[in-house]
């Protein structure tokens, strides 16, 4: 289990809800820890995500830390959900980019986070994280694309003066999310965040949070061309 907006939460995991009791939450991890055991035919991955969900929220004090979103208690890492400004790094010149990497994703995060809370809701933080922890997936989905838009463009900012990325670029059959213009040619690369491993399958990108008929590598070839 990552700690990106996207992967599922502790609860999702369990497959119980946020308002589940204690022994409700023990239950669902009893009976999921026999069903994805190795030893019994079940699937390695589930079973260590099983143990990790368990981990975070089985107990009641680390359960309150969960619920809260106290990052200062709780020692796995996390991404920053708020815009961050640009880094200069020593002073070696950065790539020019043009455009808001992320910023349509955190738009659109923002507007479904409002809606979900309910009009007239007062949202004093929006990246709060116990509000974006109890969200529902689809919307922290939004949050955790803009962080990996922000993280590519600051990626290929630091490869120096010889690059040029455009974000955010619309095309005539959707958008990409960048063009990196380099010595080595021109790229379209796509900024995406599922939640989960990520692995390529017959030239298609395949991952828990990927539903078919979608096909991502295809769909951002296909508009590159275009």
Not at 13 to 28: C, D, K, M, T
Not at 47 to 69: P, S
Not at 208 to 225: E, H, N, Y
Request: hydrophobic content about 35%.
């Amino acid at each position: 289990m990552t700690d990106s907006p996207a992967s599922p939460t502790p609860y999702e995991i369990l497959g119980v809800a946020a308002s589940a009791s204690q022994a409700e939450l023990r239950r669902a991890y009893r009976r999921l820890l026999r069903e994805s055991h190795p030893d019994t035919g079940g699937n390695p991955a589930r079973f260590d995500a099983v143990q990790q969900a368990w981990k975070r929220i089985g107990e009641t004090g680390a359960r309150e830390v969960w619920d809260l979103g106290d990052h200062s208690r709780d020692s796995s890492p996390s991404a920053p959900a708020r815009p961050a400004g640009p880094r200069q790094e020593g002073s070696s010149v950065r790539a020019r980019s043009y455009g808001h990497p992320g910023g349509q994703a955190r738009e659109r995060y923002l507007t479904l986070v409002r809606e979900w809370a309910g009009r007239g809701a007062e949202l004093p933080d929006p990246y709060d994280p116990a509000l974006v922890r109890s969200a529902p997936r689809e919307i922290r989905h939004q949050l955790a694309n803009a962080l990996a838009e922000e993280a590519t463009a600051r990626a290929v900012s630091g490869l120096g003066i010889g690059y040029t990325i455009w974000n955010g670029v619309r095309a005539k059959t959707g958008r990409i999310d960048h063009i990196v213009l380099g010595p080595a040619g021109l790229f379209a690369i796509m900024s995406e965040d599922w939640g989960s491993e990520v692995r390529m399958v017959r030239g298609e990108l395949k991952a828990d949070g990927i539903v078919p008929p979608d096909q991502p590598a295809r769909t951002l070839s296909r508009t590159a061309r275009a």
